[in-house]
């Protein structure tokens, strides 16, 4: 099941939507916060930075095993800050990749689409975005440097960095951007399916009282 990064919160909220709601009204303030630095050529250079587990509004982070339609997939998605459209969070950071399997060295877009997104606001209040979505020619290369379980397992903090080429820049419409970038992700992973590693099984969507 290809996932374009364009329509990645999309895909999330299709999959997550009821956890989402539910843990956004319900859960406790978390520790875990992740961060991303992240470099654009002749531009400038920005953080992204929001607790990624529980899920939430703003942030969040799965390991998704088995959660595609071809039930065999495992999937590295990340999500960091908010639509700088929409909240005081002035930077957003998006990554998703297949074929997670720890430290290591991954694609993206790969075969079965993912890719990367990262949007920024300026001072004027501009807000621009730069993704391997509308450029044919862009591609990244991400490297896992760190896989640490938490003392909850099913929790894990993931580093490393990701560099990118002929990004497609929405204001610009050009496809000439690079970017470098670090990052330190706490992610939950996910399951469907027999428990090949410590992971949560997806939850009944709940019913959310109305306000």
Not at 24 to 38: D, I
Not at 108 to 135: C, E, F, H, I, K
Not at 136 to 155: E, F, L, N, Q
Request: hydrophobic share 40%; proline share 7%.
């Amino acid at each position: 099941m290809a996932v374009s990064i364009a329509l990645l919160p999309l895909w999330i909220g299709l999959v997550w939507g009821g956890v989402l709601i539910y843990q956004a009204h319900h859960a406790k303030p978390a520790p875990w916060t992740s961060r991303a630095t992240f470099t654009i050529s002749h531009v400038g250079s920005y953080t992204a930075a929001d607790s990624t587990v529980p899920v939430g509004i703003h942030g969040n982070a799965e390991i998704d095993l088995g959660m595609g339609l071809s039930g065999h997939r495992k999937d590295f998605v990340a999500t960091i800050g908010a639509d700088p459209n929409d909240d005081t969070n002035v930077s957003q950071w998006q990554l998703i990749f297949d074929g997670y399997h720890g430290v290591g060295r991954y694609l993206a877009p790969s075969p079965a689409g993912g890719g990367l997104r990262v949007m920024v606001r300026d001072a004027r209040g501009n807000t621009d975005t730069w993704g391997t979505d509308q450029s044919k020619s862009a591609g990244c290369a991400v490297r896992i440097t760190a896989d640490t379980a938490m003392k909850d397992p099913a929790i894990r903090e993931i580093r490393g960095s990701v560099t990118c080429h002929a990004l497609y820049d929405d204001i610009r419409h050009t496809t000439t951007a690079a970017l470098s970038s670090n990052f330190d992700v706490f992610a939950e992973v996910w399951c469907r399916g027999p428990k090949v590693q410590p992971c949560r099984a997806p939850q009944p969507v709940p019913v959310v009282p109305q306000d």
